[in-house]
């Protein structure tokens, strides 16, 4: 079984292509930038039309097939931005009535879930997904991916862009700021905010401002800012582990491409017996490619939807899915 995935949530439009043994085959991706501060829904979703069917023939090609070798067609209904999921959705169903073949909608995280568990190879992992708009630790239970903890505020990607753009940087943040910190030392006092296993970022956003207006060096600011908000997502997924009696964990979202991040899990993990995994950046950050793999899943489980209902819904929880194809 083959099929073509489509993601269009914030930023990236992607298409990815897989097969039913979760080989990539191809990702073909486009991110829009803007030219300065946060994302514009409709300007990225006017981006999207424009990329997305150069897109789907790059990944085609990419992986050396054609339209008749495509079993179905995934998209991500949501959550995310209403023009951007809805400029994914059109280019779906369009392909997927132009193709005669199933259209399969899936949710934007649990698709970070199943790729990263694919790629893992292990059964039943706790879930740090860490993205831009989406900060969320995730576990299974009784036929849905449970959101044990989450930002109460803002994601903690878009914290770090919206840092990272006031001191003067472009979009995105993230990568950026993890140079820069590798150049500090002094850990300067931030606000810790974590609320059981719940956190918080705006607290930090602000005092990191107002230290930064102070003049402390940038490079001991970032090294504070990932010190204070990576310790406060290890504390949030250590506690999931213990409550949830797991050692395992899997590791989703662009964020999750830091490598301090990555290290400071993994010690925690390893510190209680476990381990911990991240897929490469490619499969890391939002792409085609789990969104193709998440269909494969829920066809199996015989999930498509006719283009009559597969509306998108910017606001679906990740607990609001049926997982059918895992028991507990
Ligand atoms: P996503 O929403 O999953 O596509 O991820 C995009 C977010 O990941 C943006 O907010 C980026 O700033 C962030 N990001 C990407 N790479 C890194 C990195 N190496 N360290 C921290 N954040 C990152
Ligand atoms: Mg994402």
Known sequence: MILLGIESTAHTASVGIVDDSTRVLSIASDMYRPPKGGIHPREAANH?????????????????IGPRDVDAVAFAQ????????????????????LWERPLVPVNHCVAHVEIARALSGLDDPILLYASGGNTQVIAFGSGRYRVLGETLDIGIGNFLD?????LGG???????????????????????????MDVAFSGILTAALALNARGVARADLAYSVEATAYS?????????LAHRRRNQVVLGGG??????????????????AGSSFA??????????????????????????????????????????????????
């Not at 995310?80 to 280019?91: D, E, F, I, K």
């Not at 919206?162 to 006031?166: D, E, M, Q, V």
């Not at 998440?294 to 606001?315: F, I, K, N």
């Open 78 to 97: 949501g959550p995310g931005l209403g023009p951007c999921l809805r400029a994914g959705a059109t280019v779906a169903r369009t392909l997927s009535l």
């Open 48 to 64: 999207h039309v424009e990329v997305l069917p150069g897109l789907v023939r790059s990944a085609l090609e990419k992986a050396g």
């Open 162 to 166: 919206k840092l990272w753009i006031a």
């Open 279 to 328: 897929p490469p950046r490619s499969l890391c950050v939002d792409n085609g490619a789990m969104i193709a793999w998440t269909g494969v899943l829920a066809l199996r489980s015989g999930m498509s939807c006719p283009v009559e209902s597969s509306a998108v819904d910017p606001r679906q929880r990740t607990d609001k899915v049926a997982i059918p194809w895992r028991r507990d």
């Open 232 to 240: 406060m997502l290890t504390e949030v997924t250590e506690r999931a």
């Open 255 to 272: 964020v999750a491409c830091n490598l301090r991040l990555q290290g400071m899990v993994r010690s925690m993990a390893e510190g209680r």
């Open 170 to 196: 472009t979009f995105p943040g993230g990568p950026a700021l993890e140079e820069e910190a590798k150049r500090g030392h002094e850990l300067l006092s931030l606000p810790y905010s974590v609320h059981g």
